[in-house]
């Protein structure tokens, strides 16, 4: 009985948890500098370079979780000028 009530409490834990957060996936388009053919990335009003290969975290104004796949494009997205990275957002909800 005592291994049921803490399989339901862990449960509970975890479902608590899961509606606490709303998660987002999403894909950023590779855009390319006029001047310099640099490829970038740019979410938030803010520009990423792709020069090398970075999993960069931060928190947003908003307090989400923010994960961002910076990586160099592949042959083919350089030459066509397409191509998008992988991002995430985890933010808190707020009940009011």
């Not at 291994?3 to 590779?30: D, K, R």
């Not at 990423?48 to 960069?56: A, G």
């Not at 990586?71 to 808190?92: F, H, M, Q, T």
């Amino acid at each position: 009985m005592k291994q049921f009530a803490v399989a339901v409490a862990l449960v509970l834990t975890i479902l608590i948890f899961a509606c606490s957060v709303e998660a987002y996936t999403m894909f950023i388009p590779i855009e390319y500098d006029d001047y310099t053919g640099e490829p970038y990335v740019q979410f938030d009003g803010e520009r990423y370079s792709l020069e090398e290969e970075n999993f960069l975290e931060f928190e947003d104004d908003d307090q989400c979780h923010v994960t961002l796949e910076l990586r160099v494009p592949e042959e083919d997205e350089l030459i066509n000028e397409k191509g998008y990275i992988a991002a995430s957002r985890l933010c808190p909800q707020n009940f009011v």
